[in-house]
């Protein structure tokens, strides 16, 4: 994964009609987007100046990864179709090789389906001043970084670039979206977080949360779309690194995270730019995780 640094496209001939935090979307025709997934990280909602050498790679094959082993559970965007049908230029087609796929063009849902196995992040926070995360109770005294009786599923808005997140009950998800689809998300997000964590404890890691987005088609058939079980996505623990009442080492974008924590930064763009050793760091980590990920079992 020694490709140019790619920290945001502008290819020919194609129209851009996004560009998030992370990935380019451009039309690919009236049923199909091309997705780049560029080298950017963003920490707090805030995209950072600074990117991530081979982020992008490892971000889009640690999720064709997952899309081929959760198929069973839930269809997903990807439509099989290669780069070349869509991207003309060579040196174009060169940047995106390993980054870029041709995905169905759905409904997206307006929320992000979050699912906790432990406690840690937003979660600790809420716990600590309500016993609660998102409304839902939770046994007394469990310590930082506990592993939860069961998975739970804590729905959030999607925010727009620069701005946070906010988690909502599942009420507010029945609002949004109805109840029988609400409960079909959660039923869906809970079943992909139970797979693929027993498929990383195998490996040595363990998924502490993760979220996930889903899109509807035509046909009203809900669809795993975005990323799926990646580092920027998740939060993956070293297992043997694991203790609770400690935050763990992370091999995903929290160690950026703690690092931000240490300055004096309101967490509102323009992000500060990040120093040589935490870049390296951190390419480290997305690195490994996709080497545990999809290597055999421990």
């Not at 199909?32 to 094959?61: Q, Y």
């Not at 599923?153 to 009950?169: L, M, Q, V, W, Y």
């Not at 992000?271 to 997305?286: A, D, M, Q, W």
Request: neutral net charge; aromatic residues 8%.
């Amino acid at each position: 994964m020694d490709a140019p640094t790619v920290y945001r496209t502008s290819l020919r001939g194609l129209e851009k009609i996004h560009e998030g935090k992370v990935r380019d979307i451009y039309a690919a025709g009236p049923d199909a987007l091309l997705i780049v997934t560029t080298d950017r990280l963003s920490a707090f909602d805030v995209v950072l100046p600074d990117p991530i050498p081979g982020k992008g790679e490892v971000l889009n094959r640690i999720s064709e990864f997952w899309f081929a082993r959760t198929a069973h559970l839930i269809p997903n965007h990807l439509t099989g179709r290669a780069l070349q049908s869509v991207v003309s230029d060579p040196a174009e087609r060169a940047l995106l090789e390993g980054r870029a796929v041709i995905v169905k063009r759905l409904k997206a849902l307006p929320i992000e389906a979050v699912v906790r196995g432990y406690l840690i992040g937003s979660g600790w926070k809420d716990y600590q001043k309500t016993g609660a995360v998102c409304g839902i109770p939770l046994p007394k005294d469990l310590p930082l970084a506990a592993q939860l009786p069961s998975p739970i599923f804590t729905p959030a808005t999607k925010a727009a670039i620069g701005e946070h997140d906010e988690n909502i009950s599942f009420a507010e998800t029945e609002r949004l979206i109805g109840a029988p689809l609400a409960a079909q998300v959660r039923q869906s997000a809970i079943a992909l977080y139970e797979f693929a964590a027993a498929h990383a404890r195998a490996r040595g890691i363990l998924i502490a949360d993760t979220k996930f987005e889903f899109g509807l088609d035509e046909h009203g058939t809900l669809t795993l779309i975005d990323e799926a079980l990646t580092p920027d996505s998740s939060r993956f623990w070293p297992a043997d690194a694991y203790r609770p009442g400690v935050n763990p080492p992370s091999f995903d974008k929290q160690f950026v995270r703690d690092y931000l924590e240490t300055l004096d930064w309101n967490k509102r763009a323009p992000g500060p730019k990040l120093p040589s050793e935490i870049i390296v760091r951190t390419s480290e980590n997305y690195r490994e995780a996709l080497r545990r990920l999809t290597g055999p079992a421990a």
